[in-house]
Each structure stands twice: as structure tokens, then as C-alpha cells.
């Protein structure tokens, strides 16, 4: 059954100061609470079970088997949770790695002031939040690779739906873009993820970067 309390966060990080910080910056927002802190991947695993968190923040590097892992073992047993990573880490490598583990998102902790809440707010209302700078990353390597567009099954007006899924714009943002309401940006997303039979947004992008529908300069 669907709660009707606010979110629920939780946080997994070991940087004392930082997490304080980001603590307090959450804590100022009503629209969520926080429910319990950690401060390795263990920890986020095991916790994960007994909070039961609509959303985790989630660091990297973590003692133990970190972020990633814990991520990966986190949605394998816990589907319905979303995981929202916060690293210092801007390398490709690392933000493809939590994609492919199951994060719904990847914000830097540099930007922690000015993305944070609005990173926490999108994946909370199921979409995939990706910190701004790092987008080009997940369309490198595949520009160069061979592609057959005509195979895919998606018309026009969907492939655009998916292209602005995969920038991590939320219905709401797609609609004033195509000038069309929510609820037919949702029907849109419902009949795409029909065709590919994907349910994961992290699929989702995965397949608008394989198909090229996003330039590695947007």
C-alpha cells in the first residue's frame, strides 16, 4: 500500500562534516524527513531493510563494500527504493557503474547548495536526476559506434519524450517543452517502455544514448 507520510531519507556517507552539513540542508526542506544516518555500505544495506527509505543518499566511497555495491544489493531486495548518489567523484567510469547498479541519479558534492534539492525532489517523483556537466559522459563511446535507427520502434514524438527522460527532465518540465499536458507526456513514457520492454529509467537512458537520440554537446 501506498504511504501517505512525508518521503522518508535516509543517508549513507562517512564525511562527518559534510554529512552534517547536508543534514541540516535537508532538514530545512518539510517536504521530507530523514530517518536514520550511516556511514558504511553494510550499514546502507542492512538499514535499508529495517527504515525502509523512499530514497537513499548514497556515497561512493564508503568503508567496507561501498556505495555501488550497496546500491546494486539495495535494488536487487528493495526494487521500490530510490538511490540518489552523492560523490566527489566526476569520472565517467563511476557515474555509468552507479547507472548500471540501479541509481536513479548522480549529483557532485561540489554542487551540493545549488542541486541538491532539486536532485532529491526529481528522482523522488521517479524520474533520473544527472548532474548537468556530467550528461555528455553517458553518450560518449556510443556516437562512434554503427547504428541502425531504422530498427527502432519508437515514433517521433516518443523519441523526443525519451530523449528529455533521459536528460532527467520530469513530466511536468517535458510537457511545457512539447507544449503538450503531463498526462500525455505519461501515456508517452507508458507506451515507450511497452515497446522496448523496459521498466528501469536507467534503461530508459541506457537505450536513448545507444540510439543516439541525445548529441554528446546537449
Not at 518521503?7 to 536514520?36: C, F, N, R, T, Y
Not at 538499514?47 to 548514497?58: E, F, H, K, R, V
Not at 565517467?92 to 561540489?110: M, P, Q, R
Request: hydrophobic letters at 40%; a negative charge; glycine letters at 6%.
Amino acid at each position: 500500500m501506498k504511504r501517505m507520510d512525508k518521503p522518508k531519507i535516509m543517508l549513507a556517507d562517512d564525511h562527518g562534516v559534510l554529512l552534517s552539513g547536508i543534514q541540516l540542508l535537508l532538514s530545512k526542506v518539510d517536504e521530507w524527513e530523514i530517518v536514520g544516518i550511516v556511514s558504511s555500505g553494510e550499514e546502507a544495506v542492512e538499514n535499508a531493510s529495517l527504515w525502509d527509505p523512499d530514497l537513499i543518499l548514497m556515497d561512493i566511497s564508503m568503508p567496507g563494500i561501498g556505495g555501488i555495491e550497496a546500491t546494486r544489493q539495495i535494488k536487487e531486495k528493495f526494487p521500490h527504493i530510490k538511490i540518489l548518489m552523492l560523490t566527489m567523484f566526476s569520472e565517467e567510469d563511476y557515474l555509468k557503474k552507479a547507472l548500471k547498479a540501479g541509481a536513479s541519479g548522480y549529483v557532485l558534492k561540489k554542487a551540493v547548495d545549488t542541486e541538491l534539492i532539486s536532485a532529491v525532489r526529481t528522482v523522488l517523483q521517479g524520474e533520473t536526476y544527472i548532474y548537468p556537466t556530467m550528461s555528455s559522459f553517458l553518450f560518449k563511446g556510443f556516437t562512434e559506434e554503427k547504428k541502425d535507427k531504422d530498427e527502432c520502434p519508437l515514433s517521433a514524438r516518443e523519441k523526443e519524450v525519451l530523449k528529455y527522460v533521459a536528460l532527467g527532465f520530469t513530466y511536468q518540465e517535458i510537457a511545457d517543452e512539447l507544449f503538450v499536458s503531463v498526462k500525455t507526456v505519461e501515456t508517452h513514457k507508458a507506451r515507450i517502455s511497452d515497446k522496448l520492454n523496459m521498466k528501469k529509467r536507467s534503461e530508459l537512458v541506457r537505450y536513448a544514448v545507444s540510439q543516439g537520440l541525445i548529441s554528446i554537446n546537449e
